[in-house]
C-alpha cells in the first residue's frame, strides 16, 4: 500500500459506502458536488417553479469585507480560494492563500479551475437548445433517441426531463470508474489518472449501479448527464463536448472556458489536492487528469469571470428562449427535510435555487473534481454574483460513530458567500448546519444518511 494512503477504518468505511448508496441533493458520488443548505423553510412538495430573489439587501460590494473573508477560509486551512463577485456594474475579485505547496507560488484570481458539476447547467442549455428546435421532446422516453443505450422498461419509463432534473432513478458510475475507491482512494485514483472512458461504458457502469431513490424522486447522479451528452451526439452528429463548445460557450463570448482534450490544463491554474477526510495524506495533486470520468456531467474548466457572465446571460435569458429558460427552472425538492422544515434546495434542469441564510433564493450550481471546488449563485435577475473556488477537497473528518466533525472552513466558505451576495455577517450566523455542507459532497450524504 502506498505509505501516503491509509486504509479506511471499518465504521468510517461502512459510512462512506452508506453514502455512496444513499439519495443525496448534490451528491457527485465520491467526487464532486458540493451540497448546499438542508437547514430550514417550506417550498410546495412536487415540480413547481420557483421565484429567487431578484435583488438584494441593497449593500453595496464591500471589498474590504469580502477580501478579509476570502482570507479568513485560507485562514480556517484551505490552502487556496479565489473569488469574483458582481454586483452590477461594480465588479470585485480577489484571492488568497497557496496554489502549489512545493513552491509557495500564491493563487491568483484570474486562474482556470476545474469546475465539476457546474458543468451539466451548460450540457443542459445544449439539450434545451435542442428542444427548441423540435429535436429532442423533453417528455419522451430516452429509449426514443438511444434504443440500445437503456433497454428495456427503464429506456421507456426514464425521460429526457428525468435526465436533466435526476430524477430517472439511475445510480452512479463513479464507483464503479474507480475500484476500490472505498478502500485505498489514493491507489484507486492514481491507477484511473490517465485512463480514457467510453461515456457508453460509464452508462453500464451506472445503469449497474444500485438505484439511490425510487425513479420519480431526485437523486442525483452523473451518469444521468453522460446519458444527456449521448443523446445530444445523436441529434446533433457532434460530440457533445463539440456541440456546447460551439452553441453554449461561443455564443456566452466565454474566452477561457473550455473542455480539456487531453490531461493537462491549458492555461495558468492552482494544483487541486484531495484528501479524501483523510484517507489521502498528506493531500495529494491531481490537477494533471483525464476527466472522461465524468465527460458533459463534470469536465469543464473556467474562470471564476466567465462563469459569472455564464449565468447572467443564462438567467437573463439570453442563451435560452423563454419557454426553455422556464422549463430550466422548473424544480423538484432536492431533499427531504425535517418535520415542521421547509424545502430550501430545488433541482431544475441543470440548474438549482438555494435558500441561503439570509432568507433569499439564489439560482446557480456548485461542483467539485478530485481536488477542486466551485460554487456559484445568481440572484434572479443576474444582478448580484458570486463564484467561489478553492483547491483542497474533502478536508473534513469523521469521528469515531462515523459522524461529520465541523470544520472551520465550511462557516468561512458560507460567510463569504454571504456578504457576496449583499448580506451581512449577522445574516450568516443561523448557518451552523447549513455551513457543515458547503464542500463536503461525501460527507454531507453519509451525516444525512446517519440522521435517516
Not at 449593500?59 to 485560507?74: F, G, M, N, P, V
Not at 464507483?175 to 457508453?200: C, I, S, V
Not at 463569504?416 to 449583499?422: E, I, K, Q, V
Request: hydrophobic letters at 40%; glycine letters at 10%.
Amino acid at each position: 500500500m502506498d505509505p501516503t494512503t491509509r486504509r479506511a477504518p471499518s465504521p468510517l468505511r461502512h459510512t462512506l459506502h452508506r453514502a455512496a448508496l444513499a439519495s443525496s441533493a448534490a451528491l457527485l458520488a465520491l467526487a464532486a458536488g458540493t451540497l448546499p443548505a438542508h437547514a430550514a423553510p417550506t417550498a410546495p412538495t412536487g415540480t413547481t417553479a420557483v421565484t429567487a430573489s431578484s435583488g438584494h439587501h441593497g449593500q453595496r460590494l464591500d471589498r474590504k469585507a469580502l477580501h478579509a473573508s476570502l482570507e479568513a477560509i485560507q485562514q480556517a486551512g484551505m490552502y487556496g480560494t479565489f473569488s469574483a463577485v458582481r454586483d452590477g456594474s461594480s465588479t470585485w475579485r480577489g484571492a488568497a492563500g497557496t496554489a502549489d505547496l512545493a513552491t509557495k507560488r500564491p493563487v491568483r484570481a484570474d486562474y482556470e479551475h476545474r469546475v465539476g458539476s457546474i458543468t451539466k447547467t451548460f450540457t443542459a442549455v445544449a439539450v434545451l437548445q435542442q428542444v427548441a428546435k423540435g429535436r429532442i421532446d423533453l417528455d419522451a422516453p430516452i429509449a426514443r433517441y438511444l434504443p440500445e443505450l437503456i433497454p428495456g422498461e427503464r429506456g421507456q419509463a426514464i425521460t429526457v426531463r428525468m435526465l436533466l432534473n435526476h430524477t430517472s432513478g439511475l445510480g452512479d458510475h463513479i464507483l464503479g470508474a474507480f475500484p476500490g475507491l472505498l478502500e485505498d482512494p489514493g491507489k484507486a485514483l492514481d491507477a484511473r489518472q490517465f485512463h480514457r472512458f467510453d461515456p457508453e461504458e460509464l452508462v453500464r457502469l451506472g445503469l449497474a449501479a444500485p438505484a439511490p431513490a425510487p425513479r420519480g424522486k431526485h437523486a442525483y447522479s452523473n451518469t444521468n448527464y453522460v446519458i444527456a451528452g449521448l443523446l445530444l451526439r445523436k441529434v446533433t452528429g457532434q460530440e457533445p463536448e463539440q456541440y456546447i463548445a460551439r452553441n453554449v460557450i461561443r455564443k456566452a463570448g466565454l474566452r477561457h472556458t473550455y473542455f480539456p482534450r487531453t490531461p493537462y490544463m491549458t492555461g495558468p491554474h492552482a494544483k487541486m489536492y484531495e484528501s479524501m477526510y483523510g484517507l489521502i495524506e498528506p493531500a495529494r495533486d491531481y490537477s494533471v487528469y483525464d476527466m472522461s470520468w465524468c465527460g458533459p456531467a463534470g469536465s469543464l474548466v473556467s474562470t471564476t469571470e466567465d462563469l459569472n457572465s455564464f449565468y447572467r446571460q443564462l438567467l437573463s435569458g439570453k442563451l435560452l428562449g423563454p419557454a426553455e429558460l422556464s422549463a430550466m427552472k422548473t424544480t423538484v425538492p432536492a431533499h427531504d427535510p425535517q418535520p415542521g422544515q421547509e424545502v430550501t434546495f430545488r433541482y431544475g434542469l441543470g440548474l438549482y435555487t438555494l435558500k441561503m441564510p439570509d432568507g433569499r433564493w439564489y439560482w446557480g450550481h456548485d461542483g467539485g473534481v478530485f481536488g477542486a471546488g466551485t460554487w456559484a449563485l445568481s440572484t434572479e435577475d443576474g444582478r448580484r454574483q458570486v463564484v467561489l473556488a478553492w483547491n483542497l477537497m474533502k478536508y473534513q473528518r469523521f469521528d469515531d460513530q462515523g459522524q461529520m466533525k465541523p470544520h472551520p472552513i465550511d462557516a468561512a466558505m458560507l460567510r463569504h458567500m454571504t456578504l457576496a451576495l449583499g448580506g451581512t455577517p449577522t445574516d450568516a450566523r443561523p448557518a451552523a448546519r447549513t455551513a457543515g455542507t458547503v464542500a463536503a459532497p461525501l460527507a454531507t450524504a453519509a451525516a444525512d444518511t446517519l440522521r435517516r
